[in-house]
């Protein structure tokens, strides 16, 4: 089975159907409240200094991150600009926990931050790694490397 999104083609298993029916709930939740003076996309390309149509991409992966991280058998390590996105989306509770977590998901889903340290630092490398090889494998192509770079880039140097 094939579900298109936007421009995306995702391949799924046809024993998979709790899969698609997860990318298509994910697919229509919206993160920008209706008629809001600063919408959640504004806002995190004005914090993020980034552009409105990066800041839109950003989004669309954080959905495709937040399918992994509902689907691997491991833990899942979003890139840079999609933990942005995480970050912000939890300071709006109500969306998260309810609209998201409740509704969207239909479980919880927790960061957990590293702790710090060289050995912190190995182990994420290692799972940002095996998230980008399972983002190949459930969406049938490589991630932007705008977005997703590779984890040498996106553990190899400060990104504060």
Known sequence: MAIAMNDLTVSLDDSDRQTAVLWRRLEAFELDAPACGLTFTERAARENAWTLGFTKRVI??????????????????????????????????????????????????????????????????????????????????????????AAEQRFGEDLA
């Open 60 to 149: 669309a992966e954080y959905k495709r991150f937040l399918l992994l991280a509902m689907t691997c058998k491991h833990v899942v390590c979003p890139s840079d600009a999609v933990d942005q996105i995480w970050h912000m989306h939890l300071t709006y509770t109500r969306s998260y926990w309810e609209e998201l977590c409740g509704k969207v998901l239909q479980k919880p889903l927790h960061h957990g931050p590293t702790r710090g340290g060289g050995d912190e630092q190995q182990k994420f490398f290692r799972l940002y790694q095996q998230t980008l090889q399972s983002y190949g494998a459930t969406f049938g192509s490589v991630p932007p490397a705008d977005i997703w770079p």
